[in-house]
């Protein structure tokens, strides 16, 4: 198998796998009294006092750290619409990803419709069962009104927020002097945009294939005609390049290789720039610091400063759940993404480390107890 490629190694060992999760039980069942416990009779008391008070299913069942990963297949990775089958091994990995990561139990749900109303009527049926809900790779504009609707974390923006509060430091900038672009419309680029203008930017463009949007762009939808009267204040209009002159940082989440060093050389000094297009990111990250980028993250694992939301998600869910959060707020995102910031300290911090690794053993805990304080009863 050395000699085999990244992907010759992932189909071979898809198949040993038949899967990357399994279920397995806490308790035993090796003699009559075992069974007796576990299953009938015995089973019958707690199931009475959650029938009297179903809040009690925290306490004697899977719910209180179990997760739902839910998608309909309509936009995976760089896939796009390979529908509820295909979509498994993805949904299968972010099971996996949680459990390890956060130690939260997680499952794979997809589902064989594309219609808002199902999916949501759905997740509303299945919700007894969970403590928590991840929706996963549902695409735009029907996401906006799913997510909206049932509350649903996008926890990419609170990583690329947390990369950006370092970066920051690492240029010498405010918050209150950056000029944003983020390039890329869709759920992804709409959750981050939200978070940075929450955060307190003041000055964010959104671009799309089209170019740079504004109140007078054409084919918006409902999401992103909201988006215009909080972005592009100024009106600005014009191309993919006329938006990154003078800019202060760049987010893409969008298209490969569509960024050239012209214009990251046409931003302002001592750019940050994201590219997160995944595999190939928007531009490489050596054309990028040589075109005078400062700060350059992508989503691989292989370049520094890999903006990864393993670093957000199982940490956050594990805190919601342990904190019985009925939501995920904008003070707990908040507080996520300065909780996984403030893991890299001052002394670490530099151009090539504005992030703490994947693997780094504090950040669910950290992450988890950062939510937990900022949960509102």
Known sequence: ???????????????????????????????????????????????????????????????????????????????????????????????????????????????????????????????????????????????????????????????????????????????????????????????????????????VVMCDISGILSKASENLNWMQKEMMEATNLSGKTGSLADAMRGADIFVGVSAPGIVTEEMVASMNKDAILFAMANPVPEIMPDKAKAAGAKVVGTGRSDFPNQVNNVVAFPGIFRGALEGRASKITEEMKLAAANAIAGLVSEEELSEDNIMPAAFDPRVADVVSAAVKAHIKK
């Open 1 to 203: 198998m050395k000699d085999m490629t990244v992907n010759e190694k992932a189909l071979q060992l898809h198949k040993e796998w038949n899967g990357k999760i399994t279920t397995a039980p806490k308790c035993r069942v090796s003699s009559k009294e075992d069974l007796a416990i576990a299953y009938t009779p015995g089973v019958a008391e707690p199931c009475r006092v959650i029938a009297e008070n179903p809040e009690a299913a925290y306490q004697y069942t899977i719910k209180s750290n179990t997760v739902a990963v839910v998608s309909d297949g309509s936009a995976v990775l760089v896939l796009g619409n390979i529908g509820p089958y295909a979509a498994m091994p993805v949904m299968e990995g972010k099971a996996v990803l949680f459990k390890e990561f956060g130690g939260v139990n997680a499952f794979p749900l997809c589902l064989d419709t594309q219609d808002t109303e199902e999916i949501i009527q759905t997740v509303v049926n299945i919700a007894p069962a969970f403590g928590g809900i991840n929706l996963e790779d549902i695409s735009a504009p029907r996401c906006f009104e799913i997510e909206t609707r049932l509350n649903e974390l996008l926890d990419t923006a609170i990583v690329v927020l947390a990369g950006i509060i370092n970066a920051l430091k690492v240029v010498g900038k405010t918050k209150e002097e950056c000029h944003i672009v983020v390039n890329g419309a869709g759920s992804a680029g709409i959750a981050i945009t939200k978070l940075l203008l929450t955060y307190g930017f003041p000055d």
